[in-house]
């Protein structure tokens, strides 16, 4: 009814191949942007902006991060709160010993320099497989954790150990420290989250991408037939890292300002990011998306009904919290280990043929 | 002998203590590993999910308290007895093993076949759901576990070393204890899987399900099997980390710190899980006496990831894993 390909005739590759080749998706895409860009910003509060919107957005980022590494080229990785670290590590250095030059760039940079800390810690990977290489990957975590927590210049001697985002502005509004309007944050996050989500959609399906799913689905018959193991796996932990440090980097300088390490980056986040994509699906950008929304909004949905509505305690609505969300990721498994965005895929294939069965 | 080598020989057998008590909580990860091909990262929750238990049924709490109160306005909390050590041990390993099925007939029944990264996903949403049940069942805070185990310096030691070299070592009776228990453990566990017919079938199937299947063996019950097993072991692993400080969260964690045994040992060797554990015990605790000093301390928190991760490189499969043969 409402979703249909009858009469849209694609005469040339580069209209088969493009991203949303039926109208319909296009002018969704279109549509969800304009809000994004033109609507949110002027009806965004402090809470909104604070407890949904940027930890959506920052986790996103994330999330694509990942799933470039784990969904598409099938390197499970549990080191990504260190690396989101070593992205906020960066970017605080920068900011620091740079003031005068525009965060936007400082971010990037964070970026670059968690792509390099990524391929040497994928190094390994050329050896290790599968569950040999996640538990290879925490050694990767635990000492960059460590790492920053024991060595003073990386904090610049604070005495707390804590690093702390001084004011940075973007076209002469702040966009970090504590004068930041939610909306300018918000933007500027944004920003990054549309260019991340465009480059990654691009890269996974060029050849790229296309070396990545080889090695993912067998790696000894990619590389029979031609693809280099090597700067395959790289070039995965390269954009993955480069990511999910952008992700580190807005996360510590936009979304909490002050960061203490152990507490920011610890091994739940790995585990967080890692759930995002499982629960939105492996190897799907729309899928990151969908796993950073829910996981971000379930735990202010269950503590807004549960302490809010039902006025119970905060320890015992936390217990409930992981027991939710536990039982709702098995849940999730049982019933669909494909994630959020197979079961939208079979969704807009039923919307197709609605209301027809066949 | 100088003071310095007595140092590092008491930290090398205090090492060895620890690593048993790796090795232990590596032991659940290697028997489901082996007989499902499930990586469980829930074994750690199980250990605390177990020492909770434990500690409920001897101090005769009423479990969801916190949870009927909050919704009846009641304020109840103890039954008002205490149970006997060996009957509450006796209880909660009947709670493992109903758990033990529970686990295999609400989720891996219905992920047979599905990607070994789909079902270590399960795993860890399992360890979420225990924890947070474990903790609505018997509450989060602190507690004591004693069920009866020595503890403190133990005394004989202290003195035969002190009159062999002049400096009395520090063992405590706990580690002992532990040591002992997991070597009966193991002997054990060698017994069963040997020498009776549930662990010979229990072989068969961690060789191959589908020869093991047209043999006529229960799959099913077999993974109930295994999983009460690793249940057991992780109740006492439970008991000995409990003992040594307090069931809390924390316990959970030490999950982690098995992982780079398994890698060192492979994932798919008993003995293996017992010589990783030995040696990420020993080696964490000579690297903190020795480096950590150099570079600020608290290295224990990597130093058997990064140990583990050199050795990967040079040996994928791990000490004592089956060779990972690749076939197109």
Same mark, same amino acid.
């Given at each position: 009814?409402f979703?249909?390909e009858?009469?849209?005739?694609?005469?040339?590759?580069?209209d088969?191949?493009?991203t949303?080749?039926? =109208?319909?998706d296009r002018?969704?895409?279109?549509?969800?942007?304009a809000?994004?860009?033109l609507?949110?910003?002027?009806?965004?509060n402090?809470?909104?902006a604070n407890?949904i919107?940027?930890?959506f957005?920052?986790y =996103?980022?994330a999330?694509?991060?990942l799933n470039?590494l784990?969904?598409?080229c099938?390197?499970?990785?549990?080191?990504?709160g260190g690396?989101?670290?070593?992205g906020?590590y =960066?970017?605080?250095?920068?900011?620091?010993?740079?003031?005068?030059?525009n965060?936007f760039?400082?971010?990037?940079?964070a970026?670059?320099?968690?792509?390099?800390?990524g391929v040497l810690?994928?190094?390994?990977?050329?050896r290790?497989?599968?569950f040999?290489?996640?538990?290879?990957t925490?050694?990767?975590q635990f000492?960059?954790v460590?790492?920053?927590?024991?060595?003073?210049?990386f904090?610049?001697?604070?005495?707390?150990g804590?690093?702390?985002a001084?004011?940075?502005?973007?076209?002469?509004?702040?966009v970090?420290?504590?004068a930041t309007?939610?909306?300018?944050?918000?933007l500027?996050?944004l920003?990054?989250v549309?260019?991340?989500?465009w480059?990654?959609r691009n890269?996974?399906r060029?050849s790229?991408g296309?070396?990545w799913?080889?090695i993912r689905?067998m790696d000894?018959?990619?590389?029979?037939?031609g693809?280099?193991?090597l700067?395959?796996?790289?070039?995965?932990f390269a954009v993955?890292?480069?990511?999910?440090?952008?992700?580190?980097?807005?996360?510590?300088?936009?979304y909490l300002?002050a960061?203490e390490?152990?507490?920011?980056?610890?091994?739940?986040?790995?585990?967080?990011?890692?759930f995002?994509?499982i629960?939105g699906g492996?190897?799907?950008?729309?899928g990151s998306f969908a796993?950073?929304a829910f996981m971000?909004?379930m735990?202010v949905?269950?503590?807004?009904v549960?302490?809010g509505?039902l006025?119970w305690?905060?320890?015992?609505?936390?217990?409930i919290?992981f027991?939710?969300v536990g039982g709702?990721?098995?849940?999730f498994?049982?019933?669909?280990?494909?994630?959020l965005?197979q079961?939208?895929r079979v =969704?807009?294939?039923?919307?197709?043929?609605?209301p027809?069965?066949? | 002998?100088p003071?310095q080598?007595?140092f590092?020989?008491?930290?090398?057998?205090n090492?060895l203590?620890?690593?048993v008590?790796?090795?232990l909580?590596?032991l659940?990860f290697?028997?489901?590993?082996?007989a499902?091909?499930?990586?469980n990262y829930a074994?750690?929750?199980?250990?605390?999910?177990?020492?909770?238990?434990l500690?409920?049924i001897?101090?005769?709490?009423v479990?969801?308290s916190?949870?009927i109160?909050?919704?009846?306005?009641?304020?109840?909390?103890?039954?008002g007895w205490?149970?006997p050590a060996v009957?509450?041990?006796?209880?909660?390993?009947?709670v493992?093993?109903v758990l033990?099925?529970?686990?295999?007939r609400?989720?891996?029944?219905h992920?047979v076949?599905?990607e070994?990264?789909i079902?270590f996903?399960?795993t860890?949403?399992?360890?979420y759901?225990l924890e947070?049940?474990?903790?609505l069942?018997?509450g989060?805070?602190?507690k004591?576990?004693d069920v009866g185990l020595?503890?403190g310096?133990?005394?004989?030691?202290?003195?035969t070393t002190?009159n062999?070299f002049?400096?009395g070592?520090?063992?405590d009776n706990?580690?002992?204890?532990?040591?002992?228990i997991a070597?009966l453990?193991?002997?054990?566990?060698?017994?069963?899987?040997?020498?009776t017919?549930?662990?010979?079938a229990l072989r068969a199937?961690?060789?191959?399900?589908?020869?093991?299947l047209s043999?006529?063996?229960?799959l099913n019950?077999i993974w /109930?099997?295994v999983?009460?097993?690793?249940g057991?072991?992780?109740?006492?692993a439970g008991?000995?980390?409990?003992?040594?400080?307090?069931?809390?969260?924390s316990?959970?964690?030490?999950a982690?710190?098995?992982?780079?045994?398994l890698m060192l040992g492979g994932f798919?060797?008993i003995?293996?899980?017992? /010589?990783g554990?030995?040696?990420i015990g020993?080696?964490?605790k000579?690297?903190e006496?020795l480096i950590g000093?150099?570079?600020?301390?608290?290295?224990e928190?990597?130093?058997?990831?990064v140990?583990a991760?050199?050795?990967?490189?040079?040996?994928?499969q791990?000490?004592?894993g089956e060779?990972?043969?690749?076939?197109v």
């Amino acid at each position: 009814m409402f979703y249909r390909e009858a009469g849209e005739f694609r005469t040339s590759y580069t209209d088969d191949g493009q991203t949303f080749p039926i =109208a319909f998706d296009r002018w969704r895409y279109y549509a969800v942007l304009a809000i994004a860009f033109l609507v949110v910003p002027f009806v965004i509060n402090d809470y909104w902006a604070n407890a949904i919107f940027l930890p959506f957005l920052i986790y =996103a980022i994330a999330a694509i991060g990942l799933n470039i590494l784990t969904g598409y080229c099938g390197q499970v990785s549990l080191g990504t709160g260190g690396f989101m670290a070593v992205g906020a590590y =960066a970017c605080y250095k920068l900011m620091t010993g740079f003031p005068d030059i525009n965060i936007f760039f400082h971010v990037i940079g964070a970026g670059f320099i968690t792509a390099g800390v990524g391929v040497l810690f994928g190094l390994p990977s050329l050896r290790i497989k599968g569950f040999y290489l996640a538990v290879a990957t925490l050694a990767a975590q635990f000492f960059l954790v460590w790492l920053f927590n024991r060595v003073p210049w990386f904090y610049n001697y604070s005495a707390s150990g804590q690093i702390s985002a001084p004011e940075r502005t973007v076209f002469g509004l702040p966009v970090t420290g504590p004068a930041t309007e939610p909306w300018a944050a918000y933007l500027f996050c944004l920003v990054f989250v549309v260019a991340v989500a465009w480059i990654a959609r691009n890269l996974t399906r060029g050849s790229v991408g296309r070396k990545w799913m080889a090695i993912r689905d067998m790696d000894i018959a990619a590389e029979i037939i031609g693809v280099n193991p090597l700067t395959a796996k790289l070039t995965a932990f390269a954009v993955s890292s480069f990511f999910v440090g952008i992700a580190g980097a807005l996360f510590f300088a936009v979304y909490l300002g002050a960061v203490e390490v152990g507490e920011a980056f610890g091994i739940q986040k790995s585990f967080l990011v890692l759930f995002m994509i499982i629960i939105g699906g492996l190897g799907s950008i729309f899928g990151s998306f969908a796993g950073a929304a829910f996981m971000v909004l379930m735990p202010v949905l269950l503590k807004n009904v549960l302490v809010g509505g039902l006025g119970w305690a905060t320890d015992l609505a936390a217990h409930i919290e992981f027991l939710i969300v536990g039982g709702l990721i098995v849940t999730f498994l049982v019933a669909e280990p494909h994630g959020l965005a197979q079961l939208w895929r079979v =969704a807009k294939e039923k919307l197709r043929l609605w209301p027809f069965p066949y | 002998m100088p003071d310095q080598l007595l140092f590092a020989a008491e930290v090398t057998l205090n090492g060895l203590m620890a690593g048993v008590l790796y090795a232990l909580v590596a032991l659940g990860f290697v028997l489901i590993y082996k007989a499902s091909g499930i990586f469980n990262y829930a074994q750690g929750v199980m250990a605390l999910f177990a020492a909770l238990t434990l500690v409920g049924i001897m101090d005769g709490q009423v479990p969801f308290s916190h949870l009927i109160n909050a919704i009846f306005g009641t304020e109840v909390h103890h039954f008002g007895w205490h149970v006997p050590a060996v009957a509450a041990i006796l209880l909660t390993i009947v709670v493992m093993v109903v758990l033990a099925w529970a686990v295999n007939r609400f989720i891996f029944r219905h992920l047979v076949n599905q990607e070994p990264i789909i079902l270590f996903m399960a795993t860890i949403g399992l360890a979420y759901f225990l924890e947070g049940f474990g903790d609505l069942m018997w509450g989060s805070d602190i507690k004591k576990l004693d069920v009866g185990l020595p503890q403190g310096i133990n005394l004989w030691i202290d003195e035969t070393t002190y009159n062999a070299f002049g400096y009395g070592f520090f063992i405590d009776n706990l580690d002992i204890v532990a040591t002992v228990i997991a070597a009966l453990l193991v002997i054990g566990l060698v017994i069963f899987s040997q020498y009776t017919k549930q662990g010979r079938a229990l072989r068969a199937v961690a060789d191959d399900h589908q020869a093991a299947l047209s043999v006529g063996i229960s799959l099913n019950f077999i993974w /109930v099997l295994v999983w009460s097993v690793a249940g057991f072991v992780a109740l006492v692993a439970g008991i000995m980390w409990g003992a040594k400080s307090g069931v809390q969260f924390s316990l959970s964690l030490i999950a982690l710190k098995a992982l780079p045994v398994l890698m060192l040992g492979g994932f798919t060797s008993i003995p293996g899980a017992i /010589v990783g554990g030995l040696i990420i015990g020993v080696g964490e605790k000579l690297f903190e006496f020795l480096i950590g000093p150099l570079v600020g301390g608290a290295t224990e928190n990597w130093f058997a990831y990064v140990l583990a991760l050199l050795f990967l490189v040079f040996r994928p499969q791990g000490l004592f894993g089956e060779k990972i043969i690749e076939r197109v």
